[in-house]
């Protein structure tokens, strides 16, 4: 297949704000997609490159040769060329890199360098999502949109399902093959957003689990045998960074093991140590900071998957084999000690709750309607969009921050901006990060950047403004921190935004 299909396609999903329009786009592409190109082409729609690293980014595309004046490139040399990129190393490898990339966008057509571009720099601006994309593969295939999204979940990626589906005879049945395989990563379960307790209890059938919320990072941990594997939210393998887990996990009562949990630091009085502890030991080599698993979710026990059984039934293994490793948790249907359990929790460091549905199944991959996070205050996670030059005191740094919402459609919708909560090490790491993430255009004092740094936010509530093209701002927003453990494709939604206006 000629790569100027996909750019052809990727420029038209772009264009239609309309998700069934860029989803028939998707579709209709896939269709006619050979089977050999197909784990490549679902990459691409998807945004990303097959190999992990090229060394390549925005600085290496900043000066690219005449685009050609004819299409000739295939997926299958766009693909060759990046993983020839993937392979050097060493001396000359700079050099050699740099003539790979001269002769892949001098082959490339204005529209084909735009795609790429977007592919090399994770920035392919077409509103295209994983899950709309998972729809596509279904309608391409002519299958349940569920059966593609539940082989995915367990698959843990998108391409190997798209594969299975597109390149069998019998989809259905290709997609019903996969399984949760202890060792392989599925993608998590996630919670909706609450804004108390009653709230929460109100939209589940009692009784309810109130899980506390740890303020860690989410763990998966696999075991079989002594053979153990841990990984992050977005499946990155860390099990070499967290040997103390390695260790807890292999002295668990279970031959093989599946648990979903949080890891996070804690001080001598048992109260949380500040995220970024964590998370900065989460990234590197270990340290003198020890994390502690704590597990809320068992998927697999001994050879019994439990994925569909019912949420107090996934409990009751996880108690039998992680004990005390386990979440502390409250079964009731009763408001009132949901909201006392909330406080205590609150007053002990921790984040919040989530209530959880007591039948619920665990749907990975999913913001599914059976857990419901509540925090002791409004937050949101949204994407830096732009970004402005300090003045006074923050001169040489850059300080306001813009924010905007993901919209489902494609894009981010502007919120607002804010100064405040800026420590001074976060003024120095912001000034940092932003300068990398810089984009054109720039008007000297407004620097724009490239949507990829997610922050979580507090505010006060929202109120409906004509000033922004969402219709709401933020009111007294600050910043708590800034959420390297998520992807701009996982921030907020305006949808859910919207839910606070007063």
């Not at 740099?98 to 892949?104: F, I």
């Not at 996630?190 to 919320?213: E, G, Y």
């Not at 419901?372 to 005191?393: C, I, N, Q, W, Y």
């Amino acid at each position: 297949m000629l790569f100027a299909e996909l750019a052809s396609t990727s420029a038209s999903v772009a264009a239609t704000r309309s998700r069934l329009a860029k989803r028939s786009l998707l579709a209709a592409l896939l269709a006619r997609t050979p089977a050999s190109d197909v784990p490549i082409v679902s990459r691409y729609l998807g945004g990303e490159l097959r190999q992990r690293r090229t060394g390549l980014g925005w600085r290496s595309l900043a000066d690219l040769p005449a685009p050609a004046v004819e299409a000739s490139l295939t997926v299958q040399d766009v693909d060759l060329s990046f993983e020839r990129m993937s392979l050097l190393s060493g001396p000359g490898s700079s050099t050699a890199r740099s003539e790979l990339t001269d002769q892949l966008f001098s082959a490339a057509t204005g529209p084909e360098q735009a795609m790429l571009r977007g592919l090399v720099t994770g920035e392919l601006r077409q509103g295209s999502l994983d899950a709309l994309l998972l729809e596509a593969v279904a309608e391409a295939a002519g299958v349940p949109a569920d059966a593609v999204r539940r082989a995915a979940m367990l698959a843990g990626a998108t391409e190997p399902v798209a594969v299975a589906a597109l390149g069998s005879t019998d989809p259905l049945a290709a997609l019903e093959a996969f399984g949760l395989e202890v060792g392989r990563p599925v993608r998590p379960m996630l919670a909706q957003s609450a804004p108390d307790v009653a709230a929460a209890l109100s939209a589940l059938v009692p009784p309810v689990v109130v899980d506390t919320k740890l303020d860690g990072i989410r763990i998966q941990v696999h075991k079989r045998g002594d053979e153990v594997g841990v990984f992050t939210r977005s499946l990155d393998d860390i099990t070499a960074r967290v040997p103390e887990i390695v260790t807890i996990a292999r002295s668990l009562p279970a031959s093989s093991l599946v648990l979903d949990g949080e890891a996070l630091a804690v001080g001598p009085d048992g109260r949380p140590r500040p995220f970024q502890e964590t998370a900065s030991r989460s990234a590197s080599a270990p340290t003198d900071v020890v994390l502690t698993p704590f597990f809320f979710d068992c998927l697999h026990v001994d050879g019994v998957d439990l994925l569909d059984a019912p949420l107090l039934t996934r409990l009751a293994s996880l108690d039998a084999v992680a004990g005390p490793w386990a979440v502390q948790r409250l079964v009731t249907s009763s408001v009132d000690e949901a909201a006392s359990r909330f406080a205590s929790v609150v007053a002990a460091g921790q984040e919040g709750v989530v209530v959880k549905s007591s039948t619920a199944l665990y749907e990975a991959g999913r913001r599914g309607a059976g857990w419901v996070k509540v925090k002791p205050r409004h937050t949101l996670d949204l994407v830096v969009l732009a970004v402005e030059r300090g003045s006074g005191r923050r001169r040489g740094f850059l300080s306001n921050i813009h924010l905007g919402a993901r919209d489902p459609a494609g894009g981010f919708v502007m919120l607002g901006k804010t100064f405040k909560g800026m420590t001074d090490e976060m003024l120095a790491w912001q000034t940092e990060r932003f300068t990398e993430l810089a984009d054109s255009p720039t008007d000297g004092y407004v620097v724009h950047v490239r949507p990829e740094q997610v922050v979580e936010i507090a505010f006060d509530g929202l109120q409906r403004s004509s000033r922004y093209p969402g219709g709401v701002a933020l009111r007294f927003a600050r910043v708590l921190r800034y959420r390297d453990d998520k992807t701009a494709a996982e921030a907020d939604t305006i949808e859910t935004v919207r839910s606070y206006v007063t």
